[in-house]
């Protein structure tokens, strides 16, 4: 039987000196490239890191440096943080509605107004707010909590929209 390093390999059908080895199986909707280990689906740049590299710590992910989604070479790959991720996002120009907080993006449900409204109305219910303003109880009780209707800064950091 053919360890999962063996296996991983015989997937990726070129590796060029310089440039990206792109996955050569199945691939996930996202376009990323999978395989199973031990029975279960595993991102193939994630297997990739742990051969090269060791286990993964807890709470990191595998970053693409070379923003290539099928790419496996190791030097390729690097840890980071899901706010690692966010930034390389928009600095790259891949979020959908890039420097649109609060209001003014497209899928937002609330104005600014309605938000610094519900902050301050204390004494209706949450099930009666979120009715007047077509949201969930949970999305009223997280806006009076300060858990949402944030903004990624400049430096990558979530901060609160104050209105």
């Given amino acids: 039987m053919k360890t999962v390093e063996e296996r991983f390999w015989e997937k990726v ?9 792109e996955w050569g199986a199945s691939t996930k909707p996202e376009g ?3 395989m199973n280990v031990n029975g279960r689906p ?9 051969i090269a590299n060791g286990p993964i ?7 693409h440096k070379c923003d290539n989604s099928l790419c496996v070479r190791p030097d390729h790959l690097e840890l980071g943080t899901q706010t690692d991720n966010m930034r390389d996002m928009i600095s790259r ?22 938000v610094s409204e519900i902050r301050s109305d204390t004494t209706r219910s949450l099930s009666s707010l979120a009715r ?8 009223i009780s997280q806006i009076q909590q300060r858990k949402t209707r944030h903004q990624l800064s400049a430096e990558g950091e ?5 209105e």
């Avoid at 595993?42 to 742990?50: D, G, N, P, Q, T």
């Avoid at 710590?57 to 970053?63: D, F, I, T």
């Avoid at 007047?132 to 999305?139: C, I, K, L, T, Y």
């Fill in 32 to 34: 990323y490239g999978q």
């Fill in 132 to 139: 007047e303003h077509g949201v969930s109880p949970q999305r």
């Fill in 93 to 114: 120009g891949r979020a959908r509605h890039p420097g649109q907080p609060g209001e003014l993006n497209p899928a937002a449900k609330l104005t600014n107004a309605e």
């Fill in 158 to 162: 979530f901060v609160e929209v104050d």
């Fill in 42 to 50: 595993a991102f193939a740049h994630r297997v990739s890191f742990e």
């Fill in 13 to 21: 059908p070129n590796r060029p000196e310089e440039g990206c080895w």
């Fill in 57 to 63: 710590p807890a709470g990191m992910l595998v970053r």
